[in-house]
């Protein structure tokens, strides 16, 4: 057995552990919870939170914490001891089923949105028996979810899993309209693949706008960026390979399936992609890969960016969220099969999620909505704002012959002919590759392209989940009562089709004359946070999540407020970073380079004509013009972030942010990068992109 084989797990308490560990009966009540959602009675919890406390202590546990995520975008923990005293004097290590079951938070310290005021503080965790706990430092974490006193949602997963309970029961209804029985659960599966950025940590102790953002607020391009694409798939610098070992190992450690690792297109750039498991297992997964990520490259004296768009000249990062549809059968619901054209449960499928893509964009384009992956869709490496669904070439043809109720012939795959005799024939995909698209279909599942790197998989696959189940649940309601199944089901797909094909794309969404076509088709072009929050509360969009029991209606109004107040804050951090750094470092330094160029220039005066301008004097005037200018923005940027912080209304400052503030921010940098280019490096406050970006040997 390889080493990886005989760790890989070692820190999860799985169903082989479970096994071991628990009595035979409570062992097989703790599998219909996790095959069939069945609710754990407090006599069972009890038997295994002593089993959990045991196989936890035996590994250096001596602390256990229920693990949730609020609605930072992080997750948040308190540790409590196992200890417990004796009666004389000595302590005993007690876990109780009480214990594992429910834990008590502070919810008013965390976002509401409203639903929590300040003295009104309590709130609740409670397992989620389906996510493995696991041990990381010596503690035992517990999955959890988070809600308030009165039961509204504060987190991401318990919304996360009502929408996979939405999506299991629906999707059951049209399964056993084709006769399958056999099935008793089906979940959303997904496999997000993570790129982040590492640079040098002592170049990032000497960057205030990395420490307090995440993003270099200012910075002239390199001569080098990723003009030459020489980084992408290229060799792994040793240091970068050190830390991706350890990562691997870590996560192996604690079931996560990192897969896939290698560097990405722009320098300093890199992806771990993992492979598929549930939703909710994926999204804890995925959580505590970022967590790690950030842990484990300070060891290695780097430090992991996982902001969108952390440079300004270079691509950003972004999770692709693959997402399909598996049965406890082990069947996939969006595979094709060899003749998709007459796999009719397959078209089903297909065309419940074009058209849940179709009604609900403008809610996808809200799940991947924030402050920094603004930044980011449309720029290089990222879809554009317009959410656009790609089917490729085989499976397009199949449903334009549906429409045109033409035959589509079942041809044999085309093989693929590389040209080169000793390398062996495979058959060429059903469809192609395409980096441009917001939701392309990739062979067996969709890949959401839009989420941002730093954000929680979460908010992304509940409007997703959701939004099939809507669906799922109208098809199956008019297919339960047709007379002749096999007619309504064609007019169904051929319908849907007809109906949603305005959101099919399979050209290249960067070009500016897709933007256009988009929208002589009527779809949304969201470019900001706030544009998109705008249509969060559209009364379709209220139906949708309430009819299928995801949230309530307060809770919807919550996020809302949650999401435009995290917009507001975080730009209101960005900018008054930017004031702090021009201030007290950037215009000083200038102002020195300009008097050490007076002098200089005063000294050279005799040896020039006097119609001539020396590269001092020539200097001076431009660094003299721009510190003015940048002096004048500095002062219009406190004064319209000043009147931001003070509107009272969330929608409006949010609003006050996208449309004062940041253009004024994005002024202020094009004059400092142009001062950057005309100042020495020793004499520049802080480290250039060219220091940051290949800083890493």
């Known amino acids: 057995m390889s080493k990886v084989t005989e760790s890989f797990g070692t820190m ?34 009890n038997v295994i939170a002593n089993a959990m406390k045991d196989w936890a202590i035996e590994r250096g546990a001596t602390h256990f914490t229920h693990w949730f995520q609020p609605m930072t975008g992080v997750t948040a923990e308190k540790h409590d001891s196992f200890i417990e005293p004796a009666a004389d004097g000595r302590i005993i290590m007690e876990f109780t089923g009480k214990e594992l079951v429910s834990g008590e938070s502070d919810a008013s310290s965390f976002p509401s949105g409203g639903l929590r005021a300040t003295f009104e503080a309590r709130g609740y965790t409670a397992w989620d028996p389906t996510s493995f706990a696991f ?8 999955p959890t979810a988070f809600c308030s006193f009165g039961g509204e949602a504060l987190d991401g997963k318990t919304p996360l899993l009502r929408s996979m309970e939405a999506l299991n029961r629906e999707t059951l209804r049209i399964l056993r309209l084709f006769g399958n029985e056999d099935v008793t659960a089906v979940k959303a599966t997904v496999g997000a693949e993570q790129e982040y950025f590492l640079i040098d940590a002592d170049t990032f102790e000497h960057r205030p706008d990395l420490i307090y953002t995440g993003r270099t607020l200012f910075g002239a391009k390199a001569p080098k960026g990723q003009e030459l694409d020489d980084h992408y798939f290229g060799i792994i610098k040793p240091r970068v390979k050190e830390f991706m070992a350890e990562l691997d ?57 996982l902001h969108e768009k952390p440079f300004k000249w270079v691509a950003g990062s972004g999770k692709h969220n693959n997402w399909s549809l598996s049965t406890d059968s082990g069947a996939n619901l969006l595979e094709p099969g060899d003749t998709p054209f007459e796999n009719a449960q397959f078209l089903l499928f297909l065309t419940a999620v074009i058209k849940a893509v179709d009604d609900y964009q403008e809610l996808l ?56 005799h000793v390398l062996p024939k495979f058959p060429k995909a059903s469809s192609d590759r395409n980096r441009t698209s917001p939701f392309a279909f990739t062979g067996n599942k969709f890949e959401f392209r839009m989420l941002g790197a730093s954000a929680s998989i979460a908010d992304a696959n509940i ?45 290249n969404g960067y070009d500016d004359s897709w933007i256009e076509e988009a929208e002589k088709r009527g779809l949304s072009n969201l470019r900001t946070t706030p544009d998109a929050l705008a249509h969060y509360l559209d009364e379709k969009n209220i139906a949708l999540f309430t009819g299928n029991k995801v949230f309530s209606e307060s809770e919807l109004r919550a996020r809302y407020e949650v999401y435009l107040e995290r917009y507001a804050k975080v730009l209101n951090i960005e900018a008054r970073t930017m004031v702090g750094m021009v201030r007290t470092a950037i215009l000083p330094a200038v102002s020195k380079y300009i008097r050490q160029l007076s002098e200089s220039a005063i000294a050279a005066k005799s040896f020039i004509a006097d119609s001539d301008l020396s590269f001092e004097e020539e200097t001076v005037a431009s660094l003299t013009e721009l510190s003015s200018k940048t002096y004048a923005f500095i002062k219009m940027l406190e004064s319209a972030n000043d009147a931001a912080k003070a509107l009272s209304c969330s929608k409006e400052k949010a609003e006050a942010y996208r449309d004062s503030v940041l253009p004024i921010m994005e002024e202020l940098r094009g004059a400092v990068d142009s001062m950057e280019k005309l100042v020495p490096a020793d004499i520049w406050p802080y480290p250039t992109y060219g220091n940051i970006l290949f800083g890493v040997k």
């Open 365 to 420: 384009r809200i799940s991947v909505a924030s402050a920094g992956n603004d930044h980011r869709l449309g720029a290089a490496e990222a879809p554009p704002a317009v959410v656009s669904m790609f089917l490729g070439d085989e499976i397009t043809a199949v449903l334009e012959a549906i429409e045109n109720e033409s035959t589509a012939s079942a041809k044999d795959k085309e093989m693929m002919k590389i040209g080169v």
């Open 135 to 142: 041990i990381k430092d010596n503690t035992l974490y517990i």
């Open 249 to 305: 190992e870590e996560l192996w450690k604690v079931g996560v399936l990192a897969k896939t690792e290698h560097n990405e297109g722009a320098p300093c750039q890199h992806e771990l992609a993992p492979i598929f498991a549930t939703t909710n297992i994926a999204t804890d997964h995925n959580q505590l890969t970022m967590e790690l990520m950030q842990r484990i490259a300070r060891k290695h004296g780097m430090v992991c960016l």
């Open 463 to 507: 409007v997703l989940n959701t939004a099939v189940a809507e669906v799922l649940g109208k098809f199956a309601d008019e297919l339960e009562g047709a007379i002749d199944f096999s007619s309504a089901l064609h007019d169904l797909i051929r319908r849907t089709v007809i109906e949603h094909k305005r959101i099919l794309f399979n050209g």
């Open 12 to 45: 999860v308490f799985n169903e082989t552990v479970m096994r071991e560990k628990l009595p035979r009966e409570m062992y097989k009540k703790m599998q219909a919870t996790l095959k069939k959602g069945k609710r754990l009675d407090i006599e069972t919890a």
